[in-house]
């Protein structure tokens, strides 16, 4: 029988989702309130959906509090808006600099732009935020007609250091394990950040 996954309430708007389709808090010695995306810190958890509209009205209305019995620490909205977005695009880097390190990733426009002319899997590319708009935009058409995913999320500079290289303004994902993976971190952020409905 397939496992039926644990189930909890969003403090922001009271749907309950599976464990995984939401966000896990818990309080850490000294109360301070703790995004845990993995999923894994021991102790109670508090929930809310992958949106920070959830989030923004769970803090707001001091649920975290209600929850753990007693004052929270670092449990204002803006701090744990920032802090969740902090630690989804940190997690979206390591797995870039996971799939560079089993030699999956290519970067510069021309090389990722060849790639996806020949028909080379490219499964995600990352496109630096400040890239010229130009060439951002027609990395992205070659991008989108070979199917893959874009993601416009970091700088020249944060792309670069994580593929341990000077500025890059390209990088792309070739086929392999970590596409999947990748793009439920990559869609989990993108959920996040917009505010999207639950
Ligand atoms: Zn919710």
């Given at each position: 029988m397939p496992k039926v996954e644990p189930q909890r309430s969003c403090l922001g708007c009271g749907v309950v989702k599976d464990k995984s389709e939401l966000l896990r808090f818990v309080l850490a010695p000294d109360r301070t309130l703790v995004p845990d995306l993995k999923g894994k810190l021991p102790g109670r958890g508090a929930y809310t959906c992958i949106n920070k509209t959830c989030l923004q009205s769970a803090a707001a209305r001091k649920q975290f509090a209600r929850t753990f019995k007693g004052e929270v620490k670092d449990a204002a909205a803006d701090h744990l808006l920032l802090q969740v977005s902090t630690l989804f695009a940190e997690r979206i880097l390591a797995y870039l600099a996971l799939a560079n390190k089993a030699g999956k990733v290519i970067s510069g426009s021309d090389m990722v732009m060849d790639a996806c002319k020949k028909g080379h899997q490219v499964g995600i590319v990352f496109v630096a935020t400040d890239i010229s708009v130009d060439i951002g935009q027609k990395v992205l058409d070659y991008a989108r007609q070979c199917g893959a995913e874009c993601v416009t999320l970091f700088d020249k500079d944060r792309l670069g250091a994580v593929l341990g290289?000077?500025?890059?303004s390209v990088a792309a994902v070739q086929g392999s394990g970590f596409i999947k993976v990748m793009q439920q971190e990559i869609r989990k952020y993108r959920n996040f950040a917009d505010g999207g409905v639950c």
């Open positions: 290289k000077g500025l890059r």
